[in-house]
């Protein structure tokens, strides 16, 4: 079976801002293999300027990759009816819900604008229907962007993304600023539609909770590299990286007699125009060796499924985690 | 005398020839030194109140009712210029949306000078560095480079800590946060958390922070107030509100909460039924009435009365005793 999506180590370069270097292009993300099959959900986690909304973008055939494969159905992206037809059978919730809606275009026409372009047939009680999907009355249907709240706006995203039944849905946050209710129905509804009609996922979230009842398998990226991937069960339980670990151990505890004193990971990110020598995590990594330092570790298979970008990989999946979710 | 003080606060926005109560009657205090947490409904007025008392109410808002205090002065009734003065070292807001907290056309670093406008004795120069500093504080790696870059040439969790270096350049006695850690990775945000909390020991300020992150809450919140239909429905310490929640929606928000479902679920629990209607006339029961197991006739047809359960600790319920 092909996959839905499928990515073959692919690079992403972009244009480096600023003054007489602005041609210069800076590498964001390279060596990405991964792929999506038909109702599978595919989580993307990673720390914030990793690349995740970069390639999210290139996924959807918003970005040219500057080196390997992106394909949709085992069609190359560079192909231009290939793009043409993720047009229709892929959509995009993009992390900023309230920017991606056109100002001046009403809640009700936003819904059903991909219905129109796409000369699809719809009625006066469209926009209601999909409105109610995503949990909002049909009255909202005649406010504006600006008139909504943060979680108001992110549905009517989703309504809108969901609109021409994809196939494909890359969604770049989807549940950020919504309470914990309307997560649910957002995240239950996704699930129906990968059930019924196959919709493959890429999901990219930071609430790793999320992403444990979610995704069926998941990607770590660091400073634009995978640095593990494997079955979402297997990743939390015994993750192979240490980064993976420190996410799971820097979770927030909503208990408060469960408080912490010190942040599980400390230091700052490496920047991406001085990428450091060796591995891209050591300068935060609480198990950082001098060969980390040095010599640049890179994804390798640990067990059938699972991969770790980091030297110490096996080590790592032994220990037990220091702090385990519930 | 409390840092701040809102008193039966109520607001509306006309829109289309409908009146959305978006604020009904809304109290709270919070004294300096204190973390004070806002979780609650999408759409319940968070933002709105945090709006207020930013002074930033788009045109079509209305208070209707009600006073908002600022160490005695009354931001509703001051003039504009007076309010100005009192944000910077007054009030900072770390706005929902960073990209609607700077210019998309001006630099970080010019920005983020000019935000310090109240700190007449430092020339630019002096500004700047204290920008690229407070940069550092927040996690941003290379921040002489983040200073030259324009708004969208950051990513989403990068902007989001400029937004937040921009609050705390100011300073402020009251810091008011909205969800200012959505675009983070939780070991950033962790690292965002522990920083305000530092700054909170070290300046007296008190934070408002609304979030939808309850494990957020958990972490860094002394009180919680919860919100529901443009209410507060219920306030407490962090701790009562986690282990003895009393009003059925705080009771409901909690158990949602994916993080305290264990393993996997196939499907995630969800509050059945829809959002209070917020447009006037609002019904006269409880807003959560028609969602809520617990309900009693007079639930629905009359206001539920505000039960004092303890110093700061309340509920607005007809089943709670106190
Ligand atoms: N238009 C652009 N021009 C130049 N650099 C960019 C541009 N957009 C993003 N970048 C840079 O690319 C890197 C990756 O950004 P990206 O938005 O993909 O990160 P992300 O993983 O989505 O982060 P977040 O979790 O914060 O949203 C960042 O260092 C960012 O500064
Ligand atoms: N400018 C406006 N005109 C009309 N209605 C508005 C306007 N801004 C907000 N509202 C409405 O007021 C209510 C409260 O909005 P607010 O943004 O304060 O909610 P919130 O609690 O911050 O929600 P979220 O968690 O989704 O951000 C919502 O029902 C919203 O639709
Ligand atoms: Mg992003
Ligand atoms: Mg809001």
């Not at chain 1, 690079?11 to 003054?19: E, K, R, V, Y």
């Not at chain 1, 819904?111 to 209601?128: N, Q, S």
């Not at chain 1, 890359?170 to 019924?196: F, K, W």
């Amino acid at each position: 079976m092909t996959a839905v999506l499928g990515a073959r180590d692919v690079a992403i370069d972009l244009p480096l801002p600023g003054g007489f270097l602005a041609r210069r292009q800076l590498n964001i993300l390279s060596g990405i293999t991964l792929s999506v099959d038909k109702g599978e959900t595919l989580a993307l986690v990673g720390e914030s300027g990793s690349g995740k909304t970069t390639l999210a973008r290139a996924m959807i055939g918003l970005l040219p990759v500057s080196a390997g494969v992106l394909e949709f159905r085992g069609q190359p992206l560079s192909d231009p009816a290939c793009r043409r037809r993720l047009r229709t059978e892929a959509a995009m919730l993009f992390q900023d819900a309230r920017g991606s809606l056109s100002p001046r275009v009403s809640v009700g026409n936003a819904v059903i604008e991909p219905l129109a372009i796409h000369r699809r047939p719809r009625d006066r009680a469209t926009a209601g229907r999909m409105l109610a999907k995503v949990g909002l009355a049909p009255e909202m249907a005649a406010r504006f962007p600006h008139e909504l709240s943060g979680g108001q706006a992110r549905r009517v995203s989703v309504a809108r993304a969901l609109a021409l039944d994809p196939a494909l849905l890359v969604a770049d946050e989807p549940t950020a600023g919504l309470d914990v209710s309307v997560q649910g129905e957002i995240l239950n509804l996704l699930a129906d539609l990968r059930r019924d009609l196959g919709l493959a996922l890429v999901l990219i979230s930071h609430n790793l909770a999320m992403v444990r009842h979610v995704s069926d398998r998941i990607a770590v990226l660091y400073l634009g590299r995978l640095v593990e991937t494997g079955p979402t069960d297997q990743v939390l339980a015994r993750p192979a990286h240490p980064y993976t670990q420190g996410l799971i151990a820097a979770e927030p505890n909503p208990d408060p007699r469960k408080r912490r004193d010190h942040p599980a990971i400390t230091g700052e990110i490496p920047s991406l125009i001085a990428r450091p020598r060796g591995c891209g995590f050591a300068s935060r990594c609480p198990f950082a060796q001098d060969r980390c330092r040095a010599e640049t570790p890179t994804l390798r298979p640990l067990a059938p499924g699972r991969e770790a970008a980091c030297h110490f990989a096996e080590t790592m999946t032994s220990q037990p985690i220091r702090e385990t979710i519930p | 005398m409390s840092l701040l003080e809102v008193t039966d606060l109520s607001l509306t926005y006309a829109s289309d020839g409908v009146v959305v109560e978006a604020l009904r009657d809304v109290s709270l205090t919070v004294e300096a030194g204190e973390v004070v947490g806002i979780v609650g409904e999408s759409g319940s007025g968070k933002s709105t109140l945090a709006a207020v008392l930013n002074g930033l109410l788009p045109d079509n808002a209305r208070i209707t009712k009600g006073a908002v205090r600022i160490e005695g002065t009354d931001l509703l009734t001051l003039p504009e210029a007076g309010r100005r003065r009192l944000r910077g070292p007054g009030v900072a807001m770390v706005l929902q949306d960073p990209m609607q907290a700077f210019n998309p056309v001006l630099t970080i670093g010019r920005q983020l000078v000019d935000f310090q406008h109240h700190l007449k004795d430092l020339s630019r120069a002096d500004k700047a560095a204290r920008a690229e500093a407070m940069l550092a504080e927040v996690g941003i790696s290379d921040p002489a480079a983040c200073l030259r870059r324009f708004p969208h040439e950051l990513s989403g969790g990068m902007r989001q800590r400029a937004a937040i270096a921009a609050a705390l350049l100011l300073t402020p006695r009251l810091l008011v946060a909205d969800e200012p850690t959505t675009a983070l990775d939780v070991t950033m945000e962790a690292q965002i958390l522990h920083l305000l909390r530092r700054l909170r020991t070290d300046h007296a300020g008190a934070i408002v922070i609304i979030t939808h992150h309850l494990g957020v809450v958990g972490e860094i919140c002394d009180r919680v107030h919860v919100m529901y239909g443009g209410q507060i429905v219920e306030e407490g310490p962090v701790d009562d509100i986690h282990h003895a929640p009393a009003h059925p929606y705080t009771q409901a928000l909690i158990a949602c909460d994916p993080a305290a479902i264990p393993g996997r679920a196939a499907r995630l629990p969800t509050i059945p039924g829809r959002p209070p209607p917020l447009r006037r006339p609002v019904p006269k029961g409880c807003a959560f009435a028609p969602r809520c197991p617990a309900a009693l006739p007079q639930c629905r047809t009359e206001a539920p009365p505000r039960v004092v359960l303890g110093p700061r600790r309340s509920a607005l319920c007809h089943r709670v005793s106190p």
